[in-house]
């Protein structure tokens, strides 16, 4: 779902990279309109300061892409072709899709309507809290609770103390990430008696405590998960949560804002988002028996990380914990200035050691083993950029490193069949 602001760049974006290997007709982009904004709390409406002749706008929420998909009729056309779940998902959590697996698996044995991920989530912390709310009639609702008001919420019902960590360290109300899978059959009745439509609020920021004056102007707006609040009584709503490393690393704050962040508390940014992935395949591999050297720290942007092994792969490699440990055999090292590319699918990794840069390349009916192999190189480093720097692009600037490729040991097979490679180093 795009807006007017982001339309026509995800189009460019989108045509550049050749949709990022995807058909062009399995990407739809479905436009969101834009409603006019509020200026005060009289609701006078703001002018665009650009144009006194004209209303000041902005996009109405994601909430809208289940009107959306309504008016679209994309949901019958998925459910001809035999689809019967949906994923709704943040474009800026690249790592989510390491957690969509198992939590597509809770959905279909719990034979879930609506299910939330989640993430362990601190008291206080900002990020919105998964809740069962209990109506004085009895009804309940499984639904998200956004952080700002889940703390009143329970000193108001009976908790004096509010929203505070239990034994395990962490708020009985874990944190939403919005992501959301939902079970299309379902989904489908309830669009056709809602047509999408979804509850709204106005959210102004205000710019002192006497709570009169807007910092900028506000709008109505929805979000999507609130779907579950026209739902019948009947309907199973659950959630599933999934640790941080697996599952949560937005991308969504700018250098400057990110440098700012306290330390010890995620900074959300390009830098952290991409060190993530490295440290959840980094973890994924320790899981399934490879010994992995520990991440050294290190600041980009202003930012302290931990640098893990540089390691990736497809996604057809493995995208379950299975499928994984099936393709790594025997005792594999891997040290923390390494730097591991799999892009294949049937890849073995069999007493690997490796110290430097290892890439294999391979194409799907060809099935890869290395067999004791030992790896040394000079391989790839990091080599730290500033943010500011405008001789870099800006996709190496906002992560604070580029790449400087000293050597690397490349294998690539371009032709179907079994390959088994035994002793090289």
């Known amino acids: 779902m795009t807006s007017d602001d982001t339309h026509l760049k995800t189009q460019e974006l989108l045509r550049e990279n050749n949709y990022f290997g995807m058909l062009n007709d399995q ?51 998925w459910e001809k072709r035999g689809i019967k779940w949906v994923l709704f998902f943040q474009d800026t959590n690249g790592l989510l899709f390491k957690a969509i697996p198992a939590s597509l698996g809770v959905s279909v044995t719990k034979d879930l309507d609506v299910n939330s991920l989640a993430v362990p989530r601190k ?62 059959g379902p989904y489908m009745e309830e669009l056709a008696r809602t047509k999408g439509a979804i509850k709204e609020f106005v959210n102004p920021k205000y710019k002192d405590a006497s709570r009169r004056t807007f910092k900028s102007p506000t709008r109505l707006e929805c979000m999507m998960q609130d779907y579950p609040f026209t739902l019948a009584p009947s309907a199973k709503v659950g959630f599933t949560v999934m640790d941080v490393w697996l599952a949560y690393a937005p991308v969504k704050n700018n250098p400057e804002d990110a ?16 060190m993530a992935i490295y440290r959840a395949n980094s973890l994924i591999l320790k899981h399934v028996g490879v010994e992995i050297e520990g991440p050294k720290t290190a600041t980009y942007n202003g930012q302290e990380v931990q640098v893990w092994p540089r390691i990736v792969w497809t996604p057809d490699w493995g995208i379950t914990y299975s499928a994984v440990k099936r393709k790594v055999l025997g005792s594999c090292i891997i040290s923390q200035n390494s730097t591991l590319v799999l892009n294949g699918k049937e890849i073995i990794l069999d007493n690997v050691n490796l110290d430097g840069t290892l890439l294999v390349n391979a194409v799907n009916d060809a099935k890869v083993r290395l ?34 490729k000293l050597d690397q040991k490349v294998v690539n097979i371009e032709e179907p069949g079994d390959f088994d490679l035994h002793q090289f180093s």
């Open 27 to 77: 990407v739809l982009l479905l436009k969101q309109e834009k409603v006019p904004c509020l200026q005060d709390n009289e609701g006078r409406l703001a002018l665009d300061p650009s144009d006194r002749y004209a209303l000041l706008t902005k996009p109405h929420g994601h909430g809208d892409v289940h009107t959306l998909l309504f008016q679209s009729g994309l949901l019958s056309t």
């Open 371 to 404: 067999g004791s192999w030992r790896i040394r190189n000079s391989g790839w480093i990091i080599d730290p950029v500033d943010h500011e720097n405008k001789r870099y692009p800006e996709e190496v600037r906002i992560r604070g490193f580029s790449i400087k």
């Open 123 to 184: 008291a206080k912390e900002a990020i919105g809290g998964i809740c069962r709310l209990t109506h004085e009639n009895g009804t309940q609702i499984v639904i998200n609770v956004e952080y700002n008001q889940l703390d009143p919420l329970l000193r108001a019902n009976g908790q004096p103390d509010g929203d505070v960590n239990d034994a395990t360290g962490y708020s009985p109300y874990p944190g939403n990430i919005n992501q959301l899978i939902i079970k299309l």
């Open 259 to 274: 440098a700012k962040v306290p330390k010890g508390n995620p900074s959300h940014s390009a830098t952290t988002g991409e």
